[in-house]
């Protein structure tokens, strides 16, 4: 199954390509939430696979490494076939807000998020202080995991990304920044179009599509509220505000 899987994903990216060439647009959307389907299924199995695997190799240090490391490839895979059904119009987001305690969130995304980043040797900082707010708790994760999946991309080993969340005049700001290589000036005004790389210098080299920042935004402003990037002396900061 994951070989088959791999072969899936590495056609559909050659065909990704091809029509990125041409320039197809309305393609792009029909081609993303086609794939998007197809993959969920197998996802899904392979997770389901791997928790068995966990289970049955708990005495295993070496083969319960290895596990983590697919465990988190496949999470990586589940978010970015999660971002293109959004994009795409596949999935039908529906905004439900209910009182929610920001910081458990951002304790639980850093928790999520730990093996990662230790992975490429970051340090993810949060900062967050008995913050409520009503917001679609869904709909606030997926904005800011695209945020810090952006940040894991682009920053350096050794780097630092912070997560910190406020209330301004009853506005929810969360804030994601890093010191990493930022995003150059000629760059900043593409980082939203869809399809778009907009990273540092080693955007080129980069996994992506290019849909996880435009998505954050256009969720952020189903929400009601707004992506910013914002302006910084060194790396990379955006504000979400709700």
């Not at 999470?75 to 999660?82: F, K």
């Not at 679609?136 to 990304?161: C, F, H, M, W």
């Not at 930022?182 to 980082?191: F, T, V």
């Amino acid at each position: 199954m994951g070989l088959s899987l791999s072969f899936f994903i590495l056609g559909a990216y050659f065909f990704w390509e091809f029509l990125k060439i041409l320039g197809i647009t309305s393609r792009k959307v029909s081609f993303v939430s086609h794939v998007s389907h197809e993959l969920k299924t197998p996802l899904t199995n392979l997770r389901l696979y791997i928790d068995l695997l966990k289970n049955q190799t708990a005495e295993q240090p070496e083969t319960q490494k290895k596990l983590a490391v697919l465990d988190q490839e496949c999470l990586r895979l589940t978010q970015l076939v999660d971002n293109l059904l959004l994009f795409s119009g596949g999935d039908r987001l529906h905004i439900t807000l209910k009182d929610q305690d920001i910081d458990e969130i951002i304790e639980s995304l850093r928790v999520r998020h730990a093996d990662a980043f230790a992975a490429k040797n970051l340090k993810l900082m949060t900062e967050s202080h008995r913050v409520r707010a009503t917001v679609d708790r869904s709909v606030l994760e997926q904005i800011l995991v695209n945020l810090l999946s952006n940040a894991l991309k682009y920053v350096p080993a050794g780097g630092t990304i912070k997560l910190s969340a406020r209330k301004e005049d009853k506005k929810l700001l969360i804030r994601v920044e890093d010191d990493g290589p930022g995003i150059p000036a000629a760059l900043r005004k593409k980082i939203f179009v869809p399809f778009e790389r907009g990273g540092g210098s080693n955007s080129q080299e980069t996994a992506g599509m290019g849909i996880g920042l435009p998505l954050a935004r256009n969720l952020a402003r189903a929400h009601g509220g707004e992506l910013v990037l914002l302006e910084t002396p060194k790396g990379a900061a955006f504000e979400v505000r709700l």
